[in-house]
């Protein structure tokens, strides 16, 4: 099977199309719940963010981040980086804000643009442990007491 390598070949059609991880981008995989609280603080903090997606399937938000950058992530709970494998790429037009669905039920969270651009691995890194402590200290935070 041949496998488009670029956004163009990638969205061409209504369907999602396989795209070869670790060609254009990597993939850094983030449980949901902190993957969303992640892209609230790479917001925040004015980073540039690239595509976005929801994997329902999967229970979890999925990161475009430059090509090697996944074997030098660090374990962190609740997250994983890929840099081989294949990612379901659905159209740009099929996002969490719209009734449009992919077949494998992809949605982007942030829709690529182009020109592309791929989310710093650096400050995506920063964001997930920030949001990581923050939760932490929710967690442990006696009741009635507002965090961070």
């Given amino acids: ?21 670790g060609v254009a981008w990597d993939v850094v995989r983030i449980t949901a719940r902190l993957g969303v609280d992640t892209l609230i603080r790479l917001q925040a903090m004015g980073a540039p963010v690239g595509p976005v997606l ?19 992530w660090p374990h962190l709970r609740g997250t994983r980086a890929v840099s081989t494998g294949v990612l379901l790429y659905p159209p740009p ?45 929710a967690t442990l935070a006696p009741a009635g007491r507002r965090t961070p």
């Avoid at 956004?7 to 795209?19: D, F, L, Y």
């Avoid at 929801?54 to 030098?72: D, I, K």
């Avoid at 969270?109 to 923050?134: G, H, K, N, R, Y």
Wanted: glycine share 4%.
């Fill in 93 to 137: 037009h099929i996002t969490v804000a719209s009734p449009a669905r992919s077949t494998d039920a992809r949605r982007w969270i942030v829709a690529p643009a182009d020109p592309l651009t791929l989310t710093d691995a650096d400050a995506l890194c920063e964001a997930v442990t920030t949001a990581m402590a923050a939760d932490a200290i």
């Fill in 1 to 21: 099977m041949t496998l488009p390598l670029d956004i163009g070949a990638a969205t061409a059609g209504a369907e999602a199309r396989p795209v070869r991880i």
């Fill in 54 to 72: 929801h994997t329902p399937l999967r229970s979890a938000v999925e990161y475009l981040v430059t090509p090697g950058e996944a074997v030098s």
